[in-house]
């Protein structure tokens, strides 16, 4: 079976949790920088990474990598490189995506058609003496990544990105990022049978994330990826990578994790989610003030993604509602709470000081995670 390097792209602040996702895959890390993980792999990697990888964006595959500081040099070095091992005749080649970041090459639109000049030129030399190339099958989509004018040429093997699980048709205003609500989900210490709580659930992705987690279920197995038609991998190795994921699902346990939201609309989308991503009977939403929220359960974990921007009017609105969000989390005192907000003062507004911060990206909003860790329960308590 070939060897192969990919990079998997995921939110600055992420690469972490990814790596050890990575890591329990059994693959070997190369390289870790600012949204970006790199480790090598073999073809049944390129199925097992687009299947279970939670926190990736993408997965590429990497071709070369190269430093260019002029459009000839970019030409190539990149034409040097036999594509024909890659994108085999009649395969379609678009680069999608450049982009270039403190380089002398900046142009991403001029970045891409020298580069596609060049693959076209490469193929040639494999397929044809003179003509045209055809592109009439499946799709080889390229990336082009210039940093410090160093080149990374890669093939996307996912197709759309992976934060797409097949489970969210419908979405409330400014919903988290699947990808995001799962790299939110590895650090927050909640294990099936213990209580999980978000009091402001809008389309119930942070809950879908975690109960796909609970079970082991593999966020990739209700899509399809564009490497799945590549003639250059074995068909079989896609049906035995989604035969072992199925076969890990661990359906049999039993627990429930709670909803609460204000909007019946929001929690409607979120039943509906829910049921396609095959997680309904674990998830238990209800129309619910997070500010009447109450528990007789002694430990816990409230996990939210709390209204800001686009989900509330203005900012003294936001202001209030963190400052009585403050009052009633507080009051469970045992309990664990995680907040994500791109509010700047939240900490002022909610009365306490967070146990940790981490800084994530929701897109290209930057957001803090507010950690306000509780004492561990005793053995056999909830």
Same mark, same amino acid.
């Given at each position: 079976?070939?060897? &192969?390097?990919?990079? *998997?792209?995921?939110?600055?602040?992420?690469?972490?949790?990814?790596?050890?996702?990575?890591?329990? $895959?059994?693959? %070997?890390?190369?390289?870790?920088?600012? #949204? /970006?993980?790199?480790?090598?792999?073999?073809?049944?990697?390129?199925?097992?990474?687009? $299947?279970?990888?939670?926190?990736?964006?993408?997965?590429?595959?990497?071709?070369?990598?190269?430093?260019?500081?002029?459009? !000839?040099?970019?030409?190539?070095?990149?034409?040097?490189?036999?594509?024909?091992?890659?994108?085999?005749?009649?395969?379609?080649?678009?680069?999608?995506?450049?982009?270039?970041?403190?380089?002398?090459?900046?142009?991403?639109? !001029?970045?891409?058609?020298?580069?596609?000049?060049?693959?076209? %030129?490469?193929?040639?030399?494999?397929?044809?003496?003179? #003509?045209?190339? =055809?592109? !009439?099958?499946?799709? &080889?989509?390229?990336?082009?990544?210039?940093?410090?004018?160093?080149?990374?040429?890669?093939?996307?093997?996912?197709?759309?990105?992976?934060?797409?699980? #097949? +489970? /969210?048709?419908?979405? @409330?205003?400014?919903?988290?990022?699947?990808?995001?609500?799962?790299?939110?989900?590895?650090?927050?210490?909640?294990?099936?049978?213990?209580?999980?709580?978000?009091?402001?659930?809008?389309?119930?992705?942070?809950?879908?994330?975690?109960?796909? =987690?609970?079970?082991?279920?593999?966020?990739?197995?209700? /899509?399809?990826?564009?490497?799945?038609?590549?003639?250059?991998?074995?068909?079989?190795?896609?049906?035995?990578?989604?035969?072992?994921? +199925?076969?890990?699902?661990?359906?049999?346990?039993?627990?429930?994790?709670?909803?609460? !939201?204000?909007? %019946?609309?929001?929690?409607?989308?979120?039943?509906?989610? *829910?049921?396609?991503?095959?997680? %309904?009977?674990?998830?238990?939403?209800?129309?619910? @003030?997070?500010?009447? $929220?109450?528990?007789?359960?002694? &430990?816990?974990?409230?996990?939210?993604?709390?209204?800001? #921007?686009? /989900?509330?009017?203005?900012?003294?609105?936001?202001?209030?509602?963190?400052?009585? $969000?403050? +009052?009633?989390?507080?009051?469970?005192?045992?309990?664990?709470?995680?907040?994500?907000?791109?509010?700047?003062?939240?900490?002022?507004?909610?009365?306490?000081?967070?146990?940790?911060?981490?800084?994530?990206?929701?897109?290209?909003?930057?957001?803090?995670?507010?950690?306000?860790?509780?004492?561990?329960?005793?053995?056999? @308590?909830?």
């Amino acid at each position: 079976m070939k060897n &192969y390097t990919l990079v *998997a792209p995921c939110f600055f602040g992420v690469e972490k949790m990814l790596g050890r996702e990575i890591q329990n $895959l059994g693959y %070997e890390i190369i390289k870790t920088e600012d #949204g /970006r993980v790199t480790y090598s792999t073999d073809e049944y990697g390129i199925a097992k990474s687009n $299947l279970y990888l939670r926190c990736a964006e993408r997965v590429h595959l990497k071709i070369a990598e190269f430093e260019a500081r002029t459009f !000839d040099e970019l030409f190539e070095n990149t034409k040097k490189i036999n594509w024909a091992q890659y994108i085999p005749f009649g395969g379609e080649f678009p680069v999608s995506k450049a982009s270039s970041i403190k380089s002398k090459l900046f142009s991403t639109s !001029d970045i891409q058609s020298i580069v596609k000049k060049a693959v076209v %030129e490469s193929l040639k030399k494999s397929y044809l003496e003179t #003509g045209m190339i =055809k592109e !009439d099958k499946e799709k &080889y989509p390229i990336y082009v990544f210039i940093h410090k004018d160093k080149v990374t040429l890669t093939i996307d093997t996912s197709g759309d990105a992976l934060h797409k699980r #097949g +489970y /969210r048709e419908k979405a @409330n205003k400014a919903p988290i990022r699947e990808t995001l609500a799962a790299a939110i989900m590895y650090l927050v210490p909640w294990t099936p049978g213990r209580t999980l709580i978000d009091p402001m659930c809008g389309s119930g992705t942070l809950l879908i994330e975690a109960a796909m =987690k609970g079970l082991n279920m593999a966020p990739g197995l209700n /899509r399809n990826f564009i490497s799945e038609k590549w003639r250059t991998i074995d068909k079989q190795i896609w049906w035995d990578a989604r035969r072992e994921a +199925y076969d890990q699902i661990n359906d049999d346990l039993e627990f429930k994790i709670y909803g609460y !939201d204000i909007d %019946e609309e929001a929690l409607e989308i979120a039943r509906e989610n *829910a049921e396609i991503a095959g997680v %309904e009977d674990y998830i238990i939403f209800e129309h619910k @003030n997070a500010l009447d $929220l109450t528990s007789d359960e002694e &430990y816990g974990f409230i996990v939210t993604n709390p209204p800001y #921007g686009e /989900r509330l009017e203005d900012t003294e609105t936001v202001k209030m509602l963190y400052k009585q $969000l403050g +009052y009633v989390l507080r009051k469970l005192k045992k309990w664990s709470y995680y907040l994500i907000t791109s509010y700047e003062d939240f900490e002022n507004e909610f009365g306490e000081e967070a146990t940790r911060r981490r800084k994530l990206y929701n897109g290209m909003l930057k957001s803090n995670l507010y950690q306000y860790i509780g004492p561990r329960p005793p053995k056999n @308590n909830k």
